[in-house]
Protein backbone atom coordinates (compact mmCIF):
# COMPACT_ATOMS: atom_id res chain seq x y z
CA UNK A 1 0.00 0.00 0.00
CA UNK A 2 1.39 3.51 -1.05
CA UNK A 3 1.36 6.33 1.21
CA UNK A 4 0.04 9.85 -0.17
CA UNK A 5 1.79 9.66 -3.44
CA UNK A 6 2.36 12.99 -4.92
CA UNK A 7 2.27 12.01 -8.71
CA UNK A 8 -0.54 14.08 -9.68
CA UNK A 9 -3.25 11.83 -9.34
CA UNK A 10 -6.44 14.15 -9.57
CA UNK A 11 -7.76 12.05 -12.60
CA UNK A 12 -9.06 9.52 -10.21
CA UNK A 13 -10.88 11.45 -8.18
CA UNK A 14 -12.91 12.92 -10.82
CA UNK A 15 -13.49 8.97 -11.86
CA UNK A 16 -14.36 8.62 -8.01
CA UNK A 17 -16.76 11.88 -8.15
CA UNK A 18 -18.18 12.18 -11.36
CA UNK A 19 -18.23 8.76 -12.53
CA UNK A 20 -15.93 9.86 -14.94
CA UNK A 21 -14.98 7.55 -17.89
CA UNK A 22 -12.24 6.80 -20.19
CA UNK A 23 -13.12 6.83 -23.56
CA UNK A 24 -11.80 5.13 -26.79
CA UNK A 25 -12.65 4.39 -30.34
CA UNK A 26 -14.60 1.18 -30.49
CA UNK A 27 -14.36 -1.09 -34.37
CA UNK A 28 -17.38 0.23 -34.90
CA UNK A 29 -16.20 4.19 -34.37
CA UNK A 30 -18.34 4.49 -31.25
CA UNK A 31 -17.17 5.36 -27.58
CA UNK A 32 -16.59 2.12 -25.28
CA UNK A 33 -16.38 3.81 -21.55
CA UNK A 34 -14.79 2.45 -18.64
CA UNK A 35 -16.95 3.11 -15.74
CA UNK A 36 -15.57 2.85 -11.90
CA UNK A 37 -16.54 -0.81 -10.40
CA UNK A 38 -16.99 -1.31 -7.02
CA UNK A 39 -17.70 -4.72 -5.02
CA UNK A 40 -17.69 -6.14 -1.52
CA UNK A 41 -14.94 -8.43 -0.61
CA UNK A 42 -14.08 -10.60 2.26
CA UNK A 43 -12.12 -7.81 3.49
CA UNK A 44 -13.30 -4.79 2.53
CA UNK A 45 -14.96 -2.48 -0.20
CA UNK A 46 -12.83 -2.77 -3.17
CA UNK A 47 -13.07 0.13 -6.08
CA UNK A 48 -11.61 -0.25 -9.66
CA UNK A 49 -11.26 3.44 -10.78
CA UNK A 50 -10.38 4.33 -14.69
CA UNK A 51 -7.74 6.66 -15.18
CA UNK A 52 -9.00 9.46 -17.46
CA UNK A 53 -5.35 10.15 -19.09
CA UNK A 54 -4.29 6.80 -19.49
CA UNK A 55 -6.46 4.59 -22.26
CA UNK A 56 -6.51 1.09 -20.05
CA UNK A 57 -4.96 2.36 -17.15
CA UNK A 58 -6.60 1.42 -13.63
CA UNK A 59 -6.62 2.28 -9.78
CA UNK A 60 -7.20 -0.38 -7.29
CA UNK A 61 -8.22 1.02 -3.67
CA UNK A 62 -9.74 -0.96 -0.88
CA UNK A 63 -12.07 0.92 1.95
CA UNK A 64 -10.73 4.25 -0.08
CA UNK A 65 -7.03 3.43 0.34
CA UNK A 66 -4.93 3.26 -2.73
CA UNK A 67 -3.82 -0.39 -3.33
CA UNK A 68 -2.75 -1.10 -6.60
CA UNK A 69 -2.69 0.78 -10.12
CA UNK A 70 -2.17 -0.81 -13.84
CA UNK A 71 -1.76 0.01 -16.76
CA UNK A 72 -2.92 -3.21 -18.82
CA UNK A 73 -1.37 -1.66 -22.31
CA UNK A 74 1.99 -0.98 -20.70
CA UNK A 75 2.26 -3.21 -17.71
CA UNK A 76 5.97 -1.86 -17.03
CA UNK A 77 4.80 1.09 -15.86
CA UNK A 78 4.68 1.52 -12.33
CA UNK A 79 2.67 4.27 -10.72
CA UNK A 80 3.25 4.23 -6.83
CA UNK A 81 6.88 5.28 -5.60
CA UNK A 82 7.26 2.18 -3.62
CA UNK A 83 6.67 -0.08 -6.88
CA UNK A 84 9.15 1.63 -8.79
CA UNK A 85 11.72 1.39 -6.23
CA UNK A 86 10.60 -2.73 -6.24
CA UNK A 87 10.96 -2.82 -9.98
CA UNK A 88 14.66 -1.75 -9.68
CA UNK A 89 15.52 -4.50 -7.28
CA UNK A 90 13.96 -7.42 -9.45
CA UNK A 91 15.36 -5.37 -12.05
CA UNK A 92 18.95 -6.19 -11.25
CA UNK A 93 18.30 -9.78 -8.86
CA UNK A 94 19.47 -11.77 -12.49
CA UNK A 95 20.67 -10.48 -15.88
CA UNK A 96 17.85 -8.54 -17.65
CA UNK A 97 15.36 -10.72 -19.25
CA UNK A 98 16.18 -13.75 -17.37
CA UNK A 99 13.26 -15.68 -16.07
CA UNK A 100 12.84 -15.88 -12.52
CA UNK A 101 10.74 -18.05 -9.47
CA UNK A 102 9.12 -15.24 -7.39
CA UNK A 103 6.53 -15.78 -4.46
CA UNK A 104 4.62 -12.79 -4.16
CA UNK A 105 2.35 -12.54 -0.83
CA UNK A 106 -0.02 -10.11 -1.32
CA UNK A 107 -1.64 -9.49 -4.62
CA UNK A 108 -3.78 -6.06 -5.01
CA UNK A 109 -4.00 -5.80 -8.88
CA UNK A 110 -1.29 -8.05 -9.71
CA UNK A 111 1.24 -4.66 -10.93
CA UNK A 112 4.25 -6.40 -10.30
CA UNK A 113 3.48 -9.65 -11.42
CA UNK A 114 2.61 -8.08 -14.42
CA UNK A 115 5.42 -6.10 -14.68
CA UNK A 116 8.07 -9.11 -13.68
CA UNK A 117 5.75 -11.40 -16.67
CA UNK A 118 6.87 -8.17 -19.13
CA UNK A 119 10.40 -7.74 -18.39
CA UNK A 120 11.32 -11.42 -17.39
CA UNK A 121 9.45 -14.02 -20.19
CA UNK A 122 8.88 -17.83 -18.61
CA UNK A 123 9.29 -16.31 -15.17
CA UNK A 124 7.25 -18.82 -12.83
CA UNK A 125 5.18 -16.83 -10.17
CA UNK A 126 2.66 -17.24 -7.07
CA UNK A 127 0.56 -15.01 -6.05
CA UNK A 128 -1.06 -15.30 -2.43
CA UNK A 129 -3.66 -13.48 -1.00
CA UNK A 130 -6.04 -13.64 1.65
CA UNK A 131 -9.07 -12.31 -0.40
CA UNK A 132 -10.17 -14.44 -2.61
CA UNK A 133 -13.15 -12.00 -3.57
CA UNK A 134 -10.34 -9.40 -4.57
CA UNK A 135 -8.69 -11.92 -6.80
CA UNK A 136 -11.89 -12.54 -8.66
CA UNK A 137 -12.81 -8.98 -9.53
CA UNK A 138 -9.19 -8.37 -10.55
CA UNK A 139 -9.09 -10.73 -12.51
CA UNK A 140 -12.71 -10.14 -13.94
CA UNK A 141 -11.75 -6.34 -15.20
CA UNK A 142 -8.47 -6.71 -15.36
CA UNK A 143 -7.04 -10.07 -17.35
CA UNK A 144 -3.93 -11.41 -17.11
CA UNK A 145 -2.37 -12.15 -20.56
CA UNK A 146 -2.23 -15.48 -22.45
CA UNK A 147 0.80 -17.72 -21.06
CA UNK A 148 1.80 -14.97 -18.10
CA UNK A 149 3.00 -17.90 -15.89
CA UNK A 150 1.01 -16.32 -13.04
CA UNK A 151 -0.74 -18.70 -10.39
CA UNK A 152 -3.14 -17.01 -7.94
CA UNK A 153 -3.79 -18.39 -4.79
CA UNK A 154 -6.54 -17.42 -1.85
CA UNK A 155 -4.93 -17.84 1.38
CA UNK A 156 -3.15 -16.17 4.41
CA UNK A 157 0.48 -15.58 3.16
CA UNK A 158 2.49 -17.17 6.22
CA UNK A 159 0.28 -20.26 6.37
CA UNK A 160 0.86 -20.68 2.51
CA UNK A 161 4.26 -19.44 3.00
CA UNK A 162 4.76 -22.30 5.68
CA UNK A 163 3.58 -25.34 3.32
CA UNK A 164 5.53 -23.97 0.00
CA UNK A 165 8.76 -26.34 -0.85
CA UNK A 166 12.39 -25.30 0.29
CA UNK A 167 14.99 -23.59 -2.10
CA UNK A 168 12.11 -22.92 -4.37
CA UNK A 169 11.94 -18.81 -5.39
CA UNK A 170 14.27 -16.49 -6.21
CA UNK A 171 12.28 -13.90 -5.19
CA UNK A 172 9.90 -12.74 -2.38
CA UNK A 173 7.86 -10.01 -2.33
CA UNK A 174 6.23 -8.77 1.30
CA UNK A 175 3.31 -6.51 0.00
CA UNK A 176 0.33 -7.70 2.47
CA UNK A 177 -1.85 -4.93 4.29
CA UNK A 178 -4.96 -6.06 6.61
CA UNK A 179 -6.84 -2.60 5.93
CA UNK A 180 -3.92 -0.12 6.68
CA UNK A 181 -1.37 -2.20 8.57
CA UNK A 182 1.19 -5.15 8.08
CA UNK A 183 -0.19 -8.17 10.18
CA UNK A 184 1.25 -8.88 13.31
CA UNK A 185 2.25 -12.67 12.22
CA UNK A 186 3.95 -11.29 8.87
CA UNK A 187 6.85 -9.42 11.04
CA UNK A 188 8.20 -11.57 13.23
CA UNK A 189 11.23 -13.65 13.26
CA UNK A 190 9.37 -17.24 12.76
CA UNK A 191 7.73 -15.38 9.27
CA UNK A 192 11.31 -14.22 8.54
CA UNK A 193 13.37 -18.04 8.51
CA UNK A 194 10.23 -19.35 6.71
CA UNK A 195 11.10 -16.68 3.90
CA UNK A 196 14.85 -18.01 3.99
CA UNK A 197 13.53 -21.67 4.28
CA UNK A 198 11.90 -21.20 0.95
CA UNK A 199 13.92 -18.67 -0.95
CA UNK A 200 17.35 -20.26 -2.97
CA UNK A 201 20.45 -19.54 -1.40
CA UNK A 202 21.11 -16.18 -3.43
CA UNK A 203 17.71 -15.20 -3.57
CA UNK A 204 16.47 -11.99 -1.89
CA UNK A 205 13.26 -11.00 -0.28
CA UNK A 206 11.94 -7.72 -0.77
CA UNK A 207 9.15 -5.79 1.66
CA UNK A 208 7.02 -2.81 1.30
CA UNK A 209 7.01 -1.58 4.95
CA UNK A 210 5.70 1.85 6.51
CA UNK A 211 6.79 3.79 9.18
CA UNK A 212 7.86 7.74 10.81
CA UNK A 213 10.15 8.68 13.37
CA UNK A 214 11.06 7.08 15.97
CA UNK A 215 10.89 3.86 13.47
CA UNK A 216 10.53 1.36 16.35
CA UNK A 217 8.44 -0.89 13.36
CA UNK A 218 11.34 -0.63 10.96
CA UNK A 219 14.12 -1.05 13.33
CA UNK A 220 12.50 -4.12 14.87
CA UNK A 221 11.96 -5.40 11.25
CA UNK A 222 15.55 -4.53 10.37
CA UNK A 223 16.46 -6.25 13.51
CA UNK A 224 14.41 -9.21 12.72
CA UNK A 225 15.44 -9.84 9.17
CA UNK A 226 18.91 -9.17 9.96
CA UNK A 227 18.88 -12.12 12.55
CA UNK A 228 18.32 -14.32 9.43
CA UNK A 229 20.11 -12.67 6.60
CA UNK A 230 23.84 -11.42 6.37
CA UNK A 231 22.56 -8.81 4.14
CA UNK A 232 20.24 -5.90 4.54
CA UNK A 233 19.06 -2.56 2.63
CA UNK A 234 16.30 -0.26 2.85
CA UNK A 235 14.94 2.30 0.19
CA UNK A 236 13.44 5.10 1.21
CA UNK A 237 12.96 9.26 0.20
CA UNK A 238 14.86 11.16 2.15
CA UNK A 239 12.15 12.75 4.40
CA UNK A 240 10.93 9.83 5.31
CA UNK A 241 14.20 8.55 6.41
CA UNK A 242 14.93 11.89 8.65
CA UNK A 243 11.38 11.24 10.25
CA UNK A 244 9.67 14.47 8.56
CA UNK A 245 6.80 12.28 7.54
CA UNK A 246 4.79 8.89 7.58
CA UNK A 247 6.15 7.21 4.32
CA UNK A 248 7.06 4.00 2.11
CA UNK A 249 9.88 1.97 3.06
CA UNK A 250 11.47 -0.86 0.90
CA UNK A 251 13.53 -3.12 2.80
CA UNK A 252 16.15 -5.81 1.17
CA UNK A 253 17.65 -8.90 2.75
CA UNK A 254 19.53 -11.68 1.21
CA UNK A 255 22.70 -13.84 1.97
CA UNK A 256 24.14 -12.51 -0.94
CA UNK A 257 25.88 -8.45 -1.60
CA UNK A 258 23.79 -6.26 -2.26
CA UNK A 259 24.98 -3.67 -5.28
CA UNK A 260 23.69 -0.70 -3.11
CA UNK A 261 25.75 1.52 -5.16
CA UNK A 262 23.95 0.82 -8.32
CA UNK A 263 20.61 0.95 -6.47
CA UNK A 264 20.97 4.55 -5.21
CA UNK A 265 22.09 5.85 -8.56
CA UNK A 266 18.85 4.64 -9.83
CA UNK A 267 16.88 5.81 -7.02
CA UNK A 268 18.90 8.96 -6.78
CA UNK A 269 17.33 9.59 -10.66
CA UNK A 270 13.95 8.79 -10.12
CA UNK A 271 11.02 11.81 -10.19
CA UNK A 272 10.71 11.58 -6.58
CA UNK A 273 14.23 10.31 -5.67
CA UNK A 274 15.15 8.04 -3.04
CA UNK A 275 18.08 7.12 -0.80
CA UNK A 276 19.26 3.69 -0.22
CA UNK A 277 20.81 2.94 3.54
CA UNK A 278 23.25 -0.35 3.82
CA UNK A 279 26.16 -1.47 5.53
CA UNK A 280 27.47 0.39 8.89
CA UNK A 281 24.52 3.15 8.80
CA UNK A 282 21.99 0.97 8.56
CA UNK A 283 23.61 -1.39 11.97
CA UNK A 284 23.74 1.95 13.11
CA UNK A 285 20.36 2.85 12.77
CA UNK A 286 18.96 -0.84 14.27
CA UNK A 287 21.66 0.00 17.22
CA UNK A 288 20.33 -2.40 19.63
CA UNK A 289 17.00 -2.85 18.76
CA UNK A 290 16.01 -7.05 18.83
CA UNK A 291 14.22 -9.17 17.03
CA UNK A 292 10.48 -9.40 16.93
CA UNK A 293 9.50 -12.96 18.25
CA UNK A 294 5.82 -14.37 17.56
CA UNK A 295 4.79 -14.25 20.87
CA UNK A 296 5.68 -10.38 20.80
CA UNK A 297 4.62 -9.51 16.76
CA UNK A 298 2.65 -6.73 16.68
CA UNK A 299 0.79 -5.20 13.20
CA UNK A 300 2.41 -2.11 11.46
CA UNK A 301 1.79 1.42 13.49
CA UNK A 302 -1.28 2.76 12.23
CA UNK A 303 -0.94 5.84 9.81
CA UNK A 304 -1.72 9.10 10.52
CA UNK A 305 -5.06 10.29 9.08
CA UNK A 306 -4.18 11.42 5.72
CA UNK A 307 -1.08 9.19 4.96
CA UNK A 308 -2.91 6.91 2.46
CA UNK A 309 -4.64 8.82 -0.17
CA UNK A 310 -5.38 9.76 -3.47
CA UNK A 311 -4.24 13.48 -4.49
Do not use: K
Not at 170 to 176: R, S
Not at 201 to 227: C, E, I, K, V, W
Not at 229 to 258: K, Q
Amino acid sequence: MPTRSRVPLGAFARASYQCAAVRSRGDNGGVNESIPVVRATEYGTARLMPDVDRERAWLLTVDGAPQSYVDLDEPTYLEFEYTRRLGYVLDAVAEAGAALDVLHLGGGALTLPRYVAATRAGSRQDVVDADRGLLDLVTEHLPLADGAGIALHAADARSWLEGAPGDSADVIIGDVFGGSRIPAHLTSLGYAREAERVLRGDGMYLANLADSAPFAFLRSQLATFGAVFEELAVIAEPGVLRGRRFGNAVLIASHRPIDAGALARRTAADAFPARVEHGTALREFVGGTRPVGDADAVPSPEPPGGAFGIG
